[in-house]
T-cell receptor, first 112, second 115 residues
Framework: GDSVTQMEGPVTLSEEAFLTINCTYTATGYPSLFWYVQYPGEGLQLLLKATKADDKGSNKGFEATYRKETTSFHLEKGSVQVSDSAVYFCALSGNSGYALNFGKGTSLLVTP | DSGVTQTPKHLITATGQRVTLRCSPRSGDLSVYWYQQSLDQGLQFLIQYYNGEERAKGNILERFSAQQFPDLHSELNLSSLELGDSALYFC??????????????FGSGTRLTVV
């Protein structure tokens, strides 16, 4: 079945550092891919999405490109801020059902 | 405020009891999804309703059930509660259903503690 694998956290970075959170997926056909962010004590918020190969999703300085050849959707940001500290979830919507499949999440801590 | 309302925010109950979690979807959304979030299992999809009808089932235990009412709000019923049912329960909504999802809107969750 469909699945998503994210790099394990926690990831700790200094402010203004470059961020990459790896995400790879297994799915048949052409799934849609998403990144969600969860701030402490809150629900998940959609950060960005891509619905077909080579699409680039972007929002708030974050970017991710849908790479079908490597089945990946890595999240990147050029300069992180303390306010980016949160848990980041990669997710896909594939052919095996209507619900989103989520990765286990990657915790990011940005220090001043 | 995401537009998805979940009540209550916190719930503490004893083993063997039954609880009901409530969710009001964002205005205009017809689909409601329930997820369970725990430290060891991550985010697990439980069940989806679309316009009052069950549309998809995930890893939902037989002790759990849900329904969506004509006004589109949904309730998740958890019975014969066990310590392992302690988790965050999220509701999410989306405009429709189908393979090409455009992302869900999540509520802030109900934290259930079973003692």
């Amino acid at each position: 079945g469909d699945s998503v694998t994210q790099m394990e956290g926690p990831v700790t970075l200094s402010e203004e550092a470059f961020l990459t959170i790896n995400c790879t997926y297994t799915a048949t056909g052409y799934p849609s891919l998403f990144w969600y962010v969860q701030y402490p004590g809150e629900g998940l918020q959609l950060l960005l999405k891509a619905t077909k190969a080579d699409d680039k999703g972007s929002n708030k300085g974050f970017e991710a490109t849908y790479r079908k050849e490597t089945t990946s959707f890595h999240l990147e940001k050029g300069s992180v801020q303390v306010s980016d500290s949160a848990v980041y979830f990669c997710a896909l919507s594939g052919n095996s059902g209507y619900a989103l499949n989520f990765g286990k999440g990657t915790s990011l801590l940005v220090t001043p | 405020d995401s537009g998805v309302t979940q009540t209550p925010k916190h719930l503490i109950t004893a083993t063997g009891q039954r609880v009901t979690l409530r969710c009001s979807p964002r205005s205009g959304d017809l689909s409601v999804y329930w997820y369970q979030q725990s430290l060891d299992q991550g985010l697990q999809f439980l069940i989806q309703y679309y316009n009052g009808e069950e549309r998809a089932k995930g890893n939902i235990l037989e002790r759990f059930s849900a329904q969506q009412f004509p006004d589109l709000h949904s309730e998740l019923n958890l019975s014969s509660l066990e310590l392992g049912d302690s988790a965050l329960y999220f509701c999410a909504s989306s405009p429709g259903t189908g393979r090409r999802q455009y992302g869900y809107t999540f509520g802030s969750g109900t934290r259930l503690t079973v003692v």
